[in-house]
């Protein structure tokens, strides 16, 4: 069995509007509910063997915070496809995975997000930003990963629900 992990940023900040989309940092709402989602996954055994982030900023700093908070020991690889990011490019970049990572963790936007989870598990939930699911897939294989795949939603976690 593989595992995705998908995990919506954290709050960004819209103070400055002169910046780009994807230059825009996270506010401090967001600075404190990436590292209580790392403490979440860390809690929970659920570490991934990989990151996978979006370029933009809010989403790296959200890996980044995630990967200190949890104990995560590999680093985060930036995936250019993944901003502003549709599930075809998320599965894509699975697909291609080599085999020995069996928890990975996508941390990138919606709606692409969204569309992701009803890919692999046929489930339509609202992920708002630091919300994370957990998506168990019947493969040995990463490159048997496609849209026809029926995975499983184990947990769902909304960052307001753990306060």
Known sequence: MKTVLILRHAKSSWSNPSLADIDRPLNKRGKNDAPR????????????DLILSSPA???????????????????????PDFYPGDPYSFIETL???????QNVMIVAHNPGLEELLYALAGESARL???????VELPLDYW???DDEVEGKLLNLWRVKELR
């Not at 989602?37 to 991934?48: A, Y």
């Not at 697909?95 to 990572?101: M, N």
């Open 143 to 145: 490159r048997d990963l």
């Open 95 to 101: 697909a291609s995975l080599p085999e020995d990572y």
């Open 37 to 48: 989602m790392g403490t979440l996954i860390k809690e929970q055994d659920i570490v991934p």
């Open 128 to 134: 708002p930003t630091s919300a994370l699911a957990q």
């Open 57 to 79: 900023q809010r989403a790296r700093k959200t890996a980044e915070a995630v990967s200190e908070y949890s104990s995560y020991e590999g680093q985060i690889d930036i995936v």
